[in-house]
């Protein structure tokens, strides 16, 4: 079973929830144990005052010794406990016990009320109660000798040596617990910290990539690679910019320039404004992408589904790249009509760059094939053509923002690296998948997944 993090807090706080549930029971049994014994203490107290109005109507002659004696054998029975009359200074009026008991209760008792909740003689826990009596010098003693009060207060010291037992344990289990999830946590804020100072953490190692802060550390990680590469392309794509934008406008300058000064013929001028046309052009193209990433990024670019013919788009595609490397062969093949609900000019658009691509980096009298199929519930458009082939290096980055491929390929053609940034997007708009496959010198197939 997996280590989760909501498993360790789930066993702290149903440690802390057992917890609370013992010191609760912990105070009802102490507040169960003074109930207890206040009963006990009127129940002394009642049987103290018969005995007391019993032994005043023997003294007064009104009741015989025996009918004292039989009211202590019954108030004896009832209690559980032994019972004595004492007469002035001590000495026993009359009695059914061990006289030994009589000298653990002091002559003080004579006089007042007095309670004694607990004592011990030659071993043995006794209670002891005692009430004068009222109009003579003697008092009626109860002397409780059964194991209730010595139960109720071991057990209350059982109880409260467990309760703290178990409050010292999950204290040091929330310590541990705490320690150990801090750690991380004290490491993911370092390393955040210092990622916003533009500084480059080392990855965060978490002890276990089964709960949520391992989760979390993998997530973070993941983050940290995504911005190095993402500050990756873009300084590649600065460079790059940089030098697509001042080649086309030394370009226009130096031509212009010519002109201007005379070193260009007027019999020139047209082929030079063609040059400038084509470098402005080119720019026009540049800033074009720039901007489509930009609305894209931002999510400002929406769809406009309708239905859409899949073989008839394609074919106007290769129709409008009639008389460009005609030297490439073209063909497509349908199994069977097949449309879907898209954003046509979009679909048009994601389709050009990859038919341009196959035809631009294929080799001469190479050949590109269209396939149009069904699978299931999508639609399944595969191109492949026979040129020069990626890297397995550059597949991997082939849908990054502003990366171009290695400079054998980008070198043939002109390029922004924002192209297939863009197909990616759109693409995923559409709830569509793209995979590439290729092999270096042999060729590369594209397949689209389209959902009908």
């Given amino acids: 079973m997996k280590s989760r993090l909501g498993t360790r807090y789930f066993l702290i706080f149903g440690g802390l929830a057992v917890l609370s549930a013992a010191v609760t029971g912990l105070l009802l049994f102490f507040f169960n144990m003074q109930s207890l014994e206040r009963e006990r203490l009127k129940t002394y107290e009642h049987a103290a005052e018969s005995l007391a109005a019993v032994s005043d109507a023997v003294l007064r002659g009104r009741e015989s010794e025996n009918s004292m004696r039989s009211a202590l054998s019954i108030v004896e029975t009832t209690l559980y406990a032994q019972v004595f009359v004492l007469a ?3 000495e026993p009026f009359t009695s059914i016990a061990n006289e030994p008991i009589l000298r653990a209760a002091p002559l003080v008792l004579i006089g007042e009320n007095v309670y004694i909740r607990r004592f011990v003689y030659q071993g043995v826990s006794y209670a002891l109660y005692a009430t004068p009596l009222p109009y003579t010098d003697g008092a009626v003693v109860i002397v409780d000798s059964d194991s209730t009060t010595r139960f109720m207060d071991e057990a209350g010291y059982l109880i409260a040596i467990c309760v703290l037992g178990v409050a010292l344990f999950m204290l040091i289990l929330a310590g541990i617990a705490a320690q150990s999830q801090a750690a991380p946590i004290i490491a993911l804020k370092s390393a955040v910290e210092r990622l916003r100072a533009g500084e480059d953490p080392d990855d965060i190692t978490a002890s276990s990539q089964n709960n949520e802060l391992g ?6 990680n993941a983050m940290k690679s995504a911005l190095a590469s993402e500050a990756r392309a873009r300084d590649d794509f600065t460079a790059n910019i940089s030098h697509d934008l001042r080649t086309p406008l030394t370009s226009i300058h130096g031509f212009t320039q010519g002109m201007i000064d005379g070193v260009i013929k007027p019999d020139e001028y047209r082929k030079t404004l063609e040059i400038i046309s084509r470098e402005a052009k080119h720019m026009i193209r540049l800033t074009g992408d720039i901007l489509e990433v930009a609305r894209i990024d931002s999510g400002r670019l929406k769809l406009n589904r309708e ?10 595609i290769l129709e409008g790249l009639t008389g460009s490397n005609d030297n490439i062969r073209r063909s497509l093949t349908v199994e069977d009509p097949i449309g879907v609900m898209a954003d046509r000019a979009r679909l ?27 699978k299931a519930k999508a639609a399944i458009v595969t191109i492949t053509d026979t040129g020069i082939g990626m890297a397995e290096d550059d597949l991997a980055r082939i849908y990054e923002k502003f990366y171009r491929a290695d400079k054998s390929r980008s070198s043939l053609k002109e390029g922004t690296g924002i192209g297939m940034y863009v197909v990616k997007r759109l693409l995923e708009m559409h709830d569509a998948n793209i995979v590439y496959t290729s092999t270096i010198g042999v060729g590369t197939s594209v397949k689209v997944e389209l959902p009908l």
């Fill in 88 to 90: 002035e200074h001590g």
């Fill in 215 to 220: 989760s979390l550390s993998g997530i973070f």
């Fill in 307 to 316: 239905y859409v013919d899949l073989p008839e788009l394609l074919q106007e």
């Fill in 348 to 374: 048009m658009q994601v389709f050009t760059n990859l038919i341009v691509n196959a035809v631009k980096y294929n080799k001469p009298n190479g050949e590109v094939t269209i396939h149009v199929s069904r």
